[in-house]
Every structure is written in C-alpha cells, then in structure tokens.
C-alpha cells in the first residue's frame, strides 16, 4: 500500500509540474534564438554603419550621430532587457506551481513599477549621453562627414562635460523622486526613496553647502589640470631636453595628481560641515594611518615610479632606440612605463626590467651614438722599428669587417714596459651591438699578420 500511495504522489507530482518544466525549457530555447538572432543583426549593423561613417556624406539615415560603439551598445541594452524579461516570465510560470515562488512573484509585482520608471530613466539618459558624444566628435571635426562649421573644441568640450553632469543628476533626481512615488504603501523600500528624493528637491541649508564645496572643488581642479596641461603643451615647443612623450607622461601624472589632492580636500571640506573638531581629527588620522599602510604596501611599485620619474628627467632613451643596460641586455626600447621598461633582444624576447634596475644599470644608447671607439694594447720589442709595428695594426683594422674607414683607424706610442713599447690601436665601429665579434676578428687579424711578419707580440689588451 505505501508503494503504491508513493507511486501515485509521484505521479501526480510530474503531471503538475510537467508542464511547468516545459513551459520553462521552451521559453529558454526561444530566449537563447532569440539573443544568437539579434546578435548577427548587431554585427550586420555595425558593418553597414561603419562602412557610411568613412563617407563624407552618409546615406543611411543616423549614421552621422550613431557610432559602431553606439550600437553595440544598444545591442547590449536590448539583450539584457530580454533577459530581465525572461527572468521575470520565468518566475511567472514557477508561480503557478510553488506557493514559495508565488509569494516572490508578488514582491516583484509591488516593486516592478518602479524598477522599470527606474531603468527607463537611466536607458533615457545613457542614451542621450551617447548620441551627445557622437554628436561632439561631428562638430568638432573628427568624423569623416564634417559639418559646415566646426565647433571650437574647448568651448564645447566644456559645454559637454557640463551637459553631462546635469543630465546625470537629473536622472539620480527622477530616479529618487519617480521611485518613492510610485512604490505603494507597506513596501520598505519606500520611506527611503522618499526621504532622499524630498532632500534632493528640497535640500537643506547643508547640502547646498556640500553640493556647492562639491562643485567648486570640481571646478578648481578642472582649472589647475588644464593650466598644467597648457604648460606642459606650451613645453613641448620650448624644450630641448624632454622629447613630447616624456612631457605627455608627466602632463598625465600632474592631472592625476591634482584630481586626487583636489578629491582629498573636498572630501574634508564636506566631513568638516557634519563633524566636529574631535571627530575629524580621528577621521584624519585614521586616514593617515591607511594612507601609511597603502605606503608600505606598495613600497616597491613606488620606488619604480620615482625611479622612472628619474629616467624621464634623464631621457637616456626613448621607444624605438637600440640600447645595452647593464652588462648583457642588448636590444630594442620597446615601451616605457612610470616603473616599468620593456626591452626587445635580437632573437625576439621581450624582456621587462623594473626602473629601479634600470637607474641603477649603465645605459649604452646605441641610436644616438655616433661610432664608438675600440682599443688594442700591443707591448713589442725595441728591436721591432715603429712604423713596421704602426702599419699592421692599421692594416689590421682595414681588413676587420666592422670597422670604420672613417675615422681613420691610428695608433700611438703610449708607455714603456720593460724592453718593451706599448703601441695603442683606436679604431672605430658604427656596429656596438656587435662590438665584442668586431673586438675579436680584430684581435685575430692582428695575430695572423703579426705571424705573418714574424713578429712577436710581449703582450696585449683590448678595451
């Protein structure tokens, strides 16, 4: 008898939810074609439309204020929509089966209104700040479809980015305000959204304070960036010593530097309006102390940026020059960080150094050099006339694949030793990459005429 009662619950069970299961599996497959199907309209889309954006004059209408950045972006809107939509229908169909879903149903129910009031408002808004984007990039010239007057690039990149903060605040004020409104009575979410959709309507005495320490600070910044800015621009006509790379690296430092400082003090020009003396002296400390510990933490990373601060001083390179650093690494400068430097060997490896190692290692630059000289020392008898001993080292150096005719190859008496005279070689190779293969096939040119001549040699050096 229990096996059958089980059986017959059982069976009863998969007929009631047999269906449900169903319902849910059909509306996912139709969800996963729907998505893959908008997926290739996107991408066909955007093919069109960036093919009409090289056009002078676009033929397909939008072109000119829609980008590809723009649609994929909307593609991306619309398929979370349907996500939304299919999450939501699928806890519709789970309600007609569990009591527990059904109760978590209704919760959304109460709250939908004002979810979707909400994302209109923002979907409006991104919307807007995009086509405005768009729109600025095309008055400002930097589309090939130009308009018939452009538009001065500061003057509208300050109106943009004011344009932007009030539609962003905007959309925060509707949000706040439409959500209480909206909401019904009993849900908890309800006398938040009115309590700070009431103080954003009709703020206090404080935050007007706030909002006012707020944007001046925003605004002092904003001034101070853009002087250092002009003055690292106005730099890169006037200086000899920095190449534009360099300044364009500490013109993104300093505006780094000066948002953040600018960020610090607001921060405690706000907490001085709602906390007292005390108080604040506790907050600055605590802060402080986290600023200490950041410190140390990051205590190496830190020492690389100094360190490539330094070597942005001293310039020693630039991407591109072929350099040795320390006593093997030869090759090509292949990108500078603030503590980081990428070098590219001969055989193809990319090797990363830290500044510090870098500062610290002597640097041999390859492109801005000239030649670069070579030194052989031979000691050789008195008995052996100077000019015999002068004419093959020269004719040494002419035979030696890498060294240069000009300047002429010399040598010199430089010391005595003994029964001995020193004769000193200089010659010189634009090839310093391969300097130590030149050093050797010179050395070995002068062995063999110097055999050659039944000459011996007491002894040498080379540098």
């Known amino acids: 008898m229990l096996l059958e ?18 319902a849910m599996v059909a509306l996912t497959a139709f969800t996963l074609y729907l998505l893959a199907y908008l997926s290739r309209r996107i991408e066909g889309y955007k093919a069109v439309l960036g093919a009409e954006a090289e056009l002078e004059h676009p033929r397909v209408w939008g072109a000119r ?17 349907w996500v939304a939509l299919y999450l939501y229908v699928l806890l519709v169909i789970g309600a007609y089966r569990w009591a527990e879903v059904r109760g978590l149903a209704l919760q959304v129910n109460l709250r939908l209104p004002a979810v979707l009031f909400v994302g209109g408002v923002w979907i409006v808004a991104v919307g807007l700040l995009k086509i405005m984007r768009r729109y600025g990039k095309y008055i400002r010239g930097e589309l090939p479809a130009k308009p018939r007057s452009l538009a001065q690039p500061r003057l509208w990149g300050v109106a943009e980015s004011f344009l932007k903060y009030v539609m962003i605040a905007g959309a925060i004020l509707i949000s706040f305000v439409g959500a209480g409104s909206i909401l019904p009575p009993g849900v908890p979410e309800k006398p938040i959204f009115e309590s700070v959709g009431t103080s954003l309507s009709a703020p206090s005495e404080g935050l007007l304070k706030a909002i006012a320490i707020a944007v001046v600070g925003a605004v002092v910044a904003f001034g101070i960036a853009r002087l250092f800015d002009s003055v690292f621009e106005d730099m890169k006509t ?12 500490f013109k993104g430092i300093t505006r780094k530097a000066v948002y953040l400082m600018s960020f610090i003090v607001v921060v405690f020009l706000e907490l001085a309006t709602v906390l007292d003396g005390e108080q604040l002296l506790v907050f600055a400390v605590v802060f402080l102390v986290a600023v200490l510990i950041l410190l140390v933490i990051a205590f190496d990373p830190l020492r690389n940026a100094f360190a490539g601060l330094s070597l942005m001083m001293a310039d020693p390179f630039s991407v591109g020059d072929r350099v ?24 193809g490896e990319l090797v990363t150094i830290p500044n510090r190692e870098v500062l610290t290692a002597p640097v041999l630059n390859f492109t801005r050099s000239e030649h670069h000289p070579i030194f052989v020392e031979v000691e050789v008898g008195w008995n052996v006339p100077h000019g015999t001993v002068e004419q093959l080292l020269i004719d040494a150096a002419k035979r030696t694949p890498g060294i240069l005719e000009s300047p002429p190859p010399a040598v010199f008496g430089k010391d005595v030793h003994g029964n001995a005279i020193v004769h000193q070689l200089l010659a010189y190779t634009n090839e310093p990459e391969q300097m130590k293969q030149v050093k050797s096939a010179l050395l070995y040119t002068i062995q063999d005429l110097f055999h050659e001549s039944k000459l011996n040699v007491l002894s040498s050096n080379a540098e």
């Not at 204020?65 to 929509?81: E, K, N, P, Q, S």
């Not at 006037?238 to 690296?249: A, E, F, I, W, Y």
């Open 5 to 22: 009662s089980f059986a017959l619950d059982l069976s009863s069970e998969v007929q009631s939810t047999l269906p449900v299961a169903a």
């Open 238 to 249: 006037r200086s000899r010593k920095h190449g534009p790379k360099v300044l364009d690296q």
């Open 324 to 347: 040795k650093i320390g006593e093997d690494l030869v090759g090509e400068v292949g990108g500078i960080t603030l503590t980081m430097t990428q070098v590219r060997t001969g055989r």
């Open 65 to 81: 204020y829609f980008d590809v950045d723009t649609l994929a972006f909307l593609g991306r809107l619309v398929a979370r929509i």
